[in-house]
Nanobody, 115 residues
Framework: QVRLVASGGGLVQPGGSLRLSCAAFGSIFGIWAMGWYRQAPGNERELVAD???????NYLDSVKGRFTISGDNAKKKVYLQMNSLKPEDTAVYYC?????????WGQGTQVTVSS
């Protein structure tokens, strides 16, 4: 069974940092993009950052300069380093991997930024 497992969320004070990790289990070939999305209560899910198989990255404007996405296609892992966190970053974060066969979603990990 192919699945994604995300980890690394938690409670952090404003200005703090967290690192999210996501690993894919099962046979996945032809990965062409990996990314992180988030959804806050009452809001739609939005793209936070993604990275292509050619290492081209794309970021939500509000996280540019604070978040960094990295990925390892061979190991089927994607990471999101989040620095200078703000209360408005509070959301459930979902990892996503797209391949020639799958569009996979992780189970979501809660990130809460609060003093």
């Amino acid at each position: 069974q192919v699945r994604l497992v995300a980890s690394g969320g938690g409670l952090v004070q404003p200005g703090g940092s967290l690192r999210l990790s996501c690993a894919a289990f099962g046979s996945i070939f032809g990965i062409w993009a990996m990314g992180w999305y988030r959804q806050a209560p009452g809001n739609e899910r939005e793209l936070v950052a993604d990275i292509s198989s050619g290492d081209s990255t794309n970021y939500l404007d509000s996280v540019k300069g604070r978040f960094t996405i990295s990925g390892d296609n061979a190991k089927k892992k994607v990471y999101l380093q989040m620095n200078s966190l703000k209360p408005e970053d509070t959301a459930v974060y979902y990892c996503n991997i797209r391949s020639t066969t799958y569009n996979l979603w992780g189970q979501g990990t809660q990130v809460t930024v609060s003093s």
